[in-house]
């Protein structure tokens, strides 16, 4: 998933952005409500971390600012508040969960992978493309019943494009969610990356998946031998 933090506890922004990016996940973080705004309606989002206490604007403003701009992402709220009129006041405004601190790390993931599984469409937890199977709850990957040993950024290329299956994706789409806002969008990184997995999924020989559409992107698809 691809995740925003707005926390302007700098110690608690980087612990969670530590540990969310250990786990696969790519992180943006927000110091401020204005910052998560302008974040939040630009990039795509699979998910809002966003603590009520935010300067220059609230968390409770920052909800209500990003639906009423047509945001779809789910927003977990944290807060250190825990009466029944808080929560219901975070939900009024937007958001889909409410946490409240001090709170464990597991918690809060389990609650993002719920609100994920929940999103706007539903979204398998195996993903079959041809003899390849994609398994995101255990984050692995097989072909043919083989393991794929892919590394973090193979495995998160592959599942984005097994979910657009079919689909040519861009070269800008794929860097949007596979690195955060530091990459530098210079590097070769890329397709360093594409190539690798290209090796590792093909290189076992059987029908192709993976394909280069010059100018372009790529596309994950089973295709006939006149359309490659």
Same mark, same amino acid.
């Given at each position: ?17 530590k540990n969310l990016r ?70 009024? &405004? $937007?958001?889909?969960?409410? /946490? ?8 809060? @993931? =389990? *609650?993002l992978r719920a609100l ?87 290189? &076992? $020989?059987?029908?192709?998946? /993976? ?8 596309? @994950? =698809? *089973?295709?006939?031998?006149a359309e490659r």
């Amino acid at each position: 998933m691809r995740i925003l933090v707005a926390e302007d506890d700098p110690h608690l922004a980087r612990s969670l952005a530590k540990n969310l990016r250990e786990r696969t996940h790519i992180v943006d973080v927000a110091a401020d409500g204005e910052s998560a705004i302008v974040q939040g309606v630009v990039q795509t989002y699979d998910a809002i971390v966003l603590d009520v206490m935010l300067p220059r604007r609230d968390g409770l403003a920052v909800a209500r600012t990003l639906r009423a701009r047509d945001v779809q992402a789910p927003i977990l709220m944290l807060s250190a508040r825990d009466r029944l009129s808080d929560k219901l006041a975070g939900f009024d &405004a $937007g958001a889909d969960d409410y /946490l409240t601190r001090p709170f464990e790390l597991e918690e809060l @993931l =389990a *609650r993002l992978r719920a609100l994920h599984r929940r999103g706007p469409v539903v979204v398998p937890d195996v993903l079959v493309v041809d003899d390849l199977v994609v398994d995101t709850r255990t984050q692995t990957a097989t072909r043919a019943g083989r393991p794929l040993s892919l590394t973090t950024k193979e495995y998160l290329m592959l599942e984005y494009l097994a979910r657009r299956t079919g689909d040519v994706v861009s070269r800008a789409d794929i860097s949007a969610r596979l690195w955060d806002d530091n990459h530098d969008p210079m590097s070769n990184a890329l397709e360093v990356n594409v190539a690798r997995l290209r090796r590792k999924l093909d290189g &076992a $020989g059987g029908v192709p998946l /993976l394909h280069t559409r010059r100018g372009a992107g790529y596309m @994950l =698809a *089973r295709l006939a031998a006149a359309e490659r």
